[in-house]
């Protein structure tokens, strides 16, 4: 059974750091692009990082550039996302994605709020 957990979300105050992490089972993790996606309130869902399966390869969203650092462990089957200098407009839900071919996978999500 294929799963991924996020963890790691919650209330922090803008300029704040969060570490988001997605734990992944039931499938191959080092063989799968991993990515971190984003839904704010009335908005589209949107990339915001990913990863190669080696982990050699990044990219991120311009508006996440040098704030959010996406990495993986292969060993452990887990995705991280590092956010830093937190702003208001980063509230959303936190998205795990593993993609291997035509494959697709999601975990539940987790809320990240930013506010004073």
């Known amino acids: 059974q294929v799963q991924l957990v996020e963890s790691g979300g919650g209330l922090v105050q803008p300029g704040g750091s969060l570490r988001l992490s997605c734990a992944a089972s039931?499938?191959?993790?080092?063989?799968?692009?991993m990515n971190w996606y984003r839904q704010a309130p009335e908005k589209e869902r949107e990339l915001v990082a990913g990863?190669?399966?080696?982990?050699?390869?990044?990219n991120y969203a311009d508006s996440v550039k040098g704030r959010f650092t996406i990495s993986r462990d292969n060993a452990k089957n887990t995705v991280y996302l590092q956010i830093n200098i937190l702003k208001p407009e980063d509230t959303a839900v936190y998205y795990c994605?593993?993609?291997?071919?035509?494959?697709?996978?999601w975990g539940q999500g987790t809320q990240v709020t930013v506010s004073s």
């Open positions: 994605n593993a993609v291997y071919k035509w494959l697709s996978y």
């Open positions: 990863i190669s399966s080696t982990g050699g390869s990044t």
């Open positions: 039931g499938f191959t993790f080092s063989s799968y692009v």
